[in-house]
């Protein structure tokens, strides 16, 4: 059964948002850092942002810095991804991850994924 649903993923135009949500259940719901990577055309898998979901803390790809804030809702074991000013260059199909990495930029590191969203910015 799937253990990571995103949602939330269209098209937008420059300069607008989107909110993503990963909703993890079984064993996924039970790993302590949830993250965002994206995957561009013709580009490999990129970090996006990442959550420790004990602490609270956030981890930001330069790239999205001041731009995306990543939360976590422990009680609804869903992640979100608010992504504000959107720029051409963000569009990429986006995978929810979870898993117990040292390095939370470490995609190997993570042992459950979800099924991508696609996220195109048009200008």
């Known amino acids: 059964q799937a253990q990571l649903v995103e949602s939330g993923g269209g098209l937008v135009q420059v300069g607008g948002s989107l909110r993503l949500s990963c909703a993890a259940s079984?064993?996924?719901?039970?790993?302590?850092?949830m993250a965002w990577f994206r995957q561009a055309p013709g580009k490999e898998r990129e970090f996006a942002a990442a959550?420790?979901?004990?602490?609270?803390?956030?981890t930001y790809a330069e790239s999205v810095k001041g731009r995306f804030t990543i939360s976590s809702d422990n009680a609804k074991n869903t992640m979100y991804l608010q992504m504000n000013s959107l720029k051409a260059e963000d569009t990429a199909v986006y995978y929810c991850?979870?898993?117990?990495?040292?390095?939370?930029?470490?995609?190997?590191?993570?042992?459950?994924w979800g099924q991508g969203l696609q996220v195109t910015v048009s200008s």
């Open positions: 959550v420790r979901r004990n602490s609270g803390s956030t």
């Open positions: 991850a979870a898993g117990w990495p040292r390095a939370v930029e470490n995609s190997d590191a993570y042992d459950y």
């Open positions: 079984g064993r996924a719901s039970s790993r302590h850092t």
